[in-house]
C-alpha cells in the first residue's frame, strides 16, 4: 500500500491548495463523457476523494486533436466561473477569456451601440475557447486523481450483468467494462440516456426549433485581404490591431425574425453565429446556393460583408446546426444511473448559459455526493428534485431570450422598458434585480430567476403603458409596486 493515501491522510493538490482529506470505502463512480460537464464533474469528485473513471468516446484532445480547427468559442458568466474556481482553474484560464461587456448592436443602417449588461466591469460574461476549456478541465481532472480512458464510446449496457459495452471506433474494438453507479455527462445526443430509456420510461420530450444556425468567421484583422479593408480598418491593422470590430463585446445584427452574432476569440478572430429560420424567407431552406448566400449578407448584413472572407465557403462547408429543448420528467434509475448536463436538459443557446447550467449541475452533485457518499439512490433523486425546477427555468428563459435578442433590442418601447429597469435595479437594489443580471451575474436558483423575473416584468409593463419616455413615469408608484410584489432577496 506505500504510496496510496490512508484514511485521515491529508493530501495536498498543487493546483489549487485546497487540503483534502482521502477517505476510504467510496465506491468507484464511472462517468460516461469527458465533455465540458463530465470532466468537471469529475475534477470535483476526485478532489472529494472518490475513485473516478471517465469514458469520452473521442481521442485526448490534447493529443493534437483539438488544434486546427475552428475556433468555437463559449459565454462563460457567474455561474461557470464558479465551477472553474472549485476545480482551481479559474486564475490560469481568466487570461484566456476576452471580456464582453454588452452587446454592440449592429442596426440595419450600419450604426452601432452597446448596450451594457451590467453596472461596471464587474458585471461582464466571457468569451473562452472550447478546446482550450476543455482541455484544461482534463489536466485538472487527471491532476485531481480520475482516470480517462479516451476512444472508448458507450454502445450499449446490460443492467443486469452491470457491464458496459464500450467501442473505440478508430480501431473498431470492443472493450466490456464493469460498472456499478453510471454518471452521464454524455451530451444531448447521450447513449446512456438510451440505455436508461431501454430499462425505465424517461418521459422523454425533445420541442425542436424551427431555427438552425449557421458558423462563419471574421478572422484576425492581419489575415483580412487588403482589398476588402476600409480605410478605418487599414490604419487599425498598421497600428497592430488584432481585432477587425471592437472585441470587449458580444455583436448582436437583430433583424426581427432572425439574427446573426458574434464572441471574439482571444487570438483576434471572431465566431459568427448565423440563426435562421429552417423554413420561409429568408430561412435555410431557401438560402443555399453562394449567391443567396451573399444576396442575404448584403442585403441584412453589410457590415460584415467586408470581413468575411469566406463566406459562402463557410456556409457551404459548416454544417447547419439543429437547435431545440429537451426535457426528461426523470433523470435517473435508483443508484444505477444518472444523467447530468445537456445529457440532462440540452436548450437553446439564447441565454449562452447551457455549459453554466451544465457546470452548476457538477457543483450541486459533487457537494450532495460529498455529504451522502455511500446512498446514490437518496442523493441522485435530490439532485434531480433540486435541479429540475432550475433546468426547465433556464429552458424557458433561454427560448424567451431569442425574441429579445433578435428582434426586442432595437425596439423604442422595449427600451424604455430596459431603462426603468435599471433605473428601479438602483432605487431597489437586493430587491429589484433585472433577470439578465440573476441569470449571468448570481448564482440565485435560475427558478428564482424566472419567478421573480414574470413579478418584474409585469411591474414594468404596467408603469411603462402608454409611456415613451422616462421622464413620464410615476416613480411613487413603481417605489410602492416594487415594495408590494418583491420580496428582498437573500443577501448571497
Ligand atoms: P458536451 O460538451 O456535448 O460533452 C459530451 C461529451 O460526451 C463529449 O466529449 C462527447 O464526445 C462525449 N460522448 C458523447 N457520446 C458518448 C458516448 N456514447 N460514449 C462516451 N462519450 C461520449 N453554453 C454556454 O453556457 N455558453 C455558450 O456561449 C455556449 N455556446 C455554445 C455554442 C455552440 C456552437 C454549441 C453547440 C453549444 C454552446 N453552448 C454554450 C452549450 C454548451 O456547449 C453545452 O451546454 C455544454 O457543452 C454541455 O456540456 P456536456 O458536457 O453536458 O456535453
Ligand atoms: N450556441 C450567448 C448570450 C446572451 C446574449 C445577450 C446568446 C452559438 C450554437 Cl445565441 C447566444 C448568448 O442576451 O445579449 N450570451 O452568450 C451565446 C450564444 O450563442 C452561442 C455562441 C451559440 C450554440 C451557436
Known sequence: MIGLPILGDPIYRASDQIRHTYPMNRDKITLVGAGLVGALFATLLAQRGFPVEVFERRPDPRKGGFLGGRSINLALAERGWHGLRLAGLSAALKPLAVMMRGRMVHHLDGHTELL?????????????????????????????????????????????????????????????????????????????????????????????????????????LPDLPSAALT??????????????????????????????????????????????????????????????????????????????????????????????????????????????GDAAHAIVPFHGQGMNCGFE?????????????????????????????????????????????????????FLLMRALERQLAARHAGRFVPRYWMVTFSRLPYATAFARGEIQSGILRELCMDKTELAQIDLARADALVAARLPLLPSA
Not at 491532476?143 to 479516451?150: L, P, V
Not at 433556464?394 to 431569442?402: G, K, R, T, V
Open 116 to 220: 451594457r449588461y451590467g453596472r461596471d466591469d464587474s458585471e461582464v460574461i466571457w468569451s473562452i475557447n472550447r478546446g482550450s476549456l476543455n482541455m484544461a478541465l482534463l489536466d485538472a481532472a487527471e491532476s485531481a486523481g480520475a482516470r480517462i480512458h479516451f476512444g472508448r464510446r458507450l454502445q450499449t449496457i446490460d443492467w443486469d450483468k452491470s457491464t458496459l459495452q464500450l467501442v473505440d471506433d478508430e480501431t473498431g474494438t470492443t472493450h466490456a467494462h464493469a460498472a456499478a453507479t453510471l454518471i452521464g455527462a454524455d451530451g444531448a445526443g447521450s447513449a446512456l440516456r438510451a440505455a436508461m430509456a431501454q430499462k425505465i420510461d424517461l418521459g422523454e420530450r425533445f420541442d425542436p426549433l424551427d431555427h438552425g444556425y449557421k458558423e462563419l468567421e471574421i478572422p484576425r
Open 231 to 340: 480605410p478605418t480598418l487599414s490604419r487599425r491593422r498598421e497600428s497592430g490591431d488584432l481585432f477587425a470590430m471592437e472585441p470587449n463585446a458580444l455583436h448582436i445584427w437583430p433583424r426581427g425574425n432572425y439574427m446573426c452574432i458574434a464572441l471574439p476569440n482571444a487570438e483576434g478572430s471572431f465566431t459568427v453565429t448565423l440563426f435562421l429560420p429552417n423554413a420561409g424567407n429568408p430561412g435555410f431552406a431557401s438560402v443555399r446556393s453562394p449567391a443567396e448566400v451573399r444576396t442575404l449578407f448584403e442585403r441584412d448584413f453589410a457590415d460584415t460583408v467586408p470581413l468575411v472572407p469566406d463566406l459562402e465557403r463557410d456556409f457551404a462547408s459548416n454544417p447547419t446546426g439543429l437547435l431545440g429543448t429537451l426535457y426528461l420528467d426523470r433523470w435517473h434509475i435508483q443508484n444505477r444511473a444518472l444523467l447530468i
Open 361 to 413: 449541475d457538477a457543483v450541486e452533485l459533487a457537494e450532495l455526493m460529498e455529504c451522502d457518499p455511500n446512498d446514490s439512490a437518496t442523493v441522485f433523486a435530490e439532485f434531480e428534485r433540486r435541479r429540475k425546477p432550475d433546468a426547465d427555468a433556464i429552458a424557458a428563459m433561454a427560448l424567451e431570450n431569442y425574441v429579445e435578442m433578435r428582434d426586442s433590442v432595437a425596439d423604442a418601447h
